[in-house]
C-alpha cells in the first residue's frame, strides 16, 4: 500500500520541549517536503530535501530542523526556539514536475 | 518565494451553481499549474492541474482555464454539491517545490 505515513497525528508540546515530526514514504520519490499550515495563511515551506543527506530551508525555517539520512524518512523537530509552534504540518512528496503527495499530516499544540 | 495569489478567501454557493476560484502568479520556471482540495483534518490532494500548452482543460465538473498572458489561472466547479465544501489552494512549481496560494474555503449549501 503507498504512500506517505505521519506520524503522530495529533502531539502536545511543553514550553521549551524539542518534538519530532514523523515523515515515511514508500513511493520511492527523491523530493520531500514540510509544509506548515495555520488558518489563513495557506500551506508555508519549512524544509525541502531532492536527495539524501541534502536538505535546503524554505520560507520559515526558523526554529526547525530536519534530516534525510535515508530516502523513504524525512523527520522535522520542532526546537524551542520556534515560539509559536501550534500548527497542522503537512509532509509531502514528489517526482520530477508533477503531482505532490500529502500525508495526513500532524496537529503540533504547546500546552 | 515567488507568490501565488489567490482569491476570494472564502465562497457560499448554492448547490448546482458554479464555484469560481481565482489565482495570479508571477515568473515561473516550470509550466505546471495544479488545484489541491482539502478536507479538514486531512492533508491536501491532487484535484487538476493543467500544463500551459493548452487554455482549458476539464475533469467531470472540474475545469481549469489558463491564461499565459495575464499569468493567471481558474477552478470552475460546475454543479457544485454539497460535497465539494472543502478548501482549494492553486499552486505552480518554483523549480525545487509547490508553492501555494492562501487557500479559498468553499462552501456548497443544500
Known amino acids: 500500500d503507498g504512500g506517505i505515513t505521519q506520524s503522530p497525528k495529533y502531539l502536545f508540546r511543553k514550553e521549551g520541549q524539542n518534538v519530532t515530526l514523523s515523515c515515511e514514504q514508500n513511493?520511492?520519490?527523491?523530493?520531500m517536503y514540510w509544509y506548515r499550515q495555520d488558518p489563513g495563511q495557506g500551506l508555508r515551506l519549512i524544509y525541502y530535501?531532492?536527495?539524501?543527506?541534502?536538505?535546503q530551508k524554505g520560507d520559515i525555517a526558523e526554529g526547525y530542523s530536519v534530516s534525510r539520512e535515508k530516502k523513504e524518512s524525512f523527520p522535522l523537530t520542532v526546537t524551542s526556539a520556534q515560539k509559536n509552534p501550534t500548527a497542522f504540518y503537512l509532509c509531502?512528496?514528489?517526482?520530477?514536475?508533477?503531482?505532490?503527495?500529502f500525508g495526513q499530516g500532524t496537529r503540533l499544540t504547546v500546552v | 518565494q515567488q507568490q501565488v495569489k489567490q482569491s476570494p478567501q472564502s465562497l457560499i454557493v448554492q448547490k448546482g451553481g458554479i464555484s469560481i476560484i481565482n489565482c495570479a502568479y508571477e515568473n515561473t520556471a516550470f509550466d505546471y499549474f495544479p488545484w489541491y482540495q482539502q478536507f479538514p483534518g486531512k492533508g491536501p490532494a491532487l484535484l487538476i492541474a493543467?500544463?500551459?500548452?493548452?487554455s482549458e482543460k476539464k475533469e467531470g465538473r472540474f475545469t481549469i482555464s489558463f491564461n499565459k498572458s495575464a499569468k493567471q489561472f481558474s477552478l470552475h466547479i460546475m454543479d457544485s454539491q454539497p460535497g465539494d465544501s472543502a478548501t482549494y489552494f492553486c499552486?505552480?512549481?518554483?523549480?525545487?517545490?509547490?508553492?501555494f496560494g492562501k487557500g479559498t474555503s468553499l462552501l456548497v449549501t443544500p
Open positions: 499552486a505552480h512549481f518554483s523549480g525545487y517545490a509547490l508553492n
Open positions: 530535501s531532492q536527495i539524501v543527506n541534502d536538505f
Open positions: 513511493l520511492n520519490h527523491d523530493a
Open positions: 509531502a512528496t514528489k517526482e520530477g514536475v508533477g503531482e505532490a503527495f
Open positions: 493543467i500544463r500551459p500548452d493548452v
